[in-house]
């Protein structure tokens, strides 16, 4: 099993809908969760970050974490073409002092 | 958020030569930072932790010798690819690590160097 698990897509969604992405661990003392977005031939760029069960909004994003699963999900509204791109779920493994990244999904935004 | 940079962004160079990357964070002090090499189309493979003042750490199956690693000040991490060899062509990005007192440490990434090898 991998330690970070995603879909690898690609998710197409119209412009203006929700898109959902969703991710999966299995280091169960995880704590730290960050979701990054990394445009074709960019280098990935922190979107948000999630410590506590529940969710967390910011603009049109809300992370969702739910430990007892080992869920976390990214929700994005209103999506916009320019959020076409790949977005890789991350986790902190403090055993390890190091971030451990899922294969990423890829979004595409129809317009 | 923090800014990390990274310089050149762009390199291509015979095979046989050496490379060296910089990576600095720009309005925090690191004292760790990360090295990573990406293939078109593949995920981000952590190559090495750069600690500074100290030896760095490498992922297994990362050659030492074959790329070089300093972190010489809070700001500043190098990687020197030595004997570039085209198989060494990729695209290297670095991240540094905001450490906060309180709540949990984050990586933010620099822009990236795009590495030919000829």
């Known amino acids: 099993q991998k330690e970070v698990e995603q879909n690898s897509g690609p998710l197409s969604v119209p412009e203006g809908a929700i898109a959902s992405l969703n991710c999966t661990y299995s280091?169960?003392?995880?704590?730290?969760f960050f979701w990054y977005r990394q445009y074709s031939g960019k280098s990935p760029e922190l979107i948000m970050s999630?410590?506590?069960?529940g969710d967390k909004e910011d603009g049109r994003f809300t992370a969702q974490l739910n430990k007892a699963s080992q869920y976390v999900s990214l929700l994005i509204r209103d999506s916009q073409p320019s959020d076409s791109a790949t977005y890789l779920c991350?986790?902190?493994?403090?055993?390890?002092?190091?971030?451990?990244f899922g294969s990423g999904t890829r979004l595409l935004v129809r317009p | 958020g923090a800014v990390v940079s990274q310089h050149p962004s762009r390199v291509i160079c015979k095979s046989g030569t050496s490379v060296k990357i910089e990576c600095r964070s720009l309005?925090?002090?690191?004292?760790?930072m990360f090295w990573y090499r990406q293939f078109p189309k593949k995920s981000l493979m952590l190559m090495a932790t750069s600690n500074e003042g100290s030896k760095a750490t490498y992922e297994q199956g990362v050659e030492k010798d074959k790329f070089l690693i300093n972190h010489a000040s809070l700001t500043l991490s190098t990687l020197t690819v030595t004997s570039a060899h085209p198989e060494d062509s990729s695209f290297y990005i670095c991240?540094?690590?905001?450490?906060?007192?309180?709540?949990?440490?984050?990586?933010?990434f620099g822009p990236g160097t795009r590495l030919t090898v000829l």
């Open positions: 999630i410590y506590s069960n």
């Open positions: 991350a986790v902190w493994m403090d055993s390890s002092y190091k971030l451990i």
């Open positions: 280091d169960r003392v995880s704590q730290s």
């Open positions: 991240s540094a690590l905001w450490a906060v007192t309180s709540g949990t440490d984050t990586q933010y």
């Open positions: 309005d925090f002090q690191a004292t760790t």
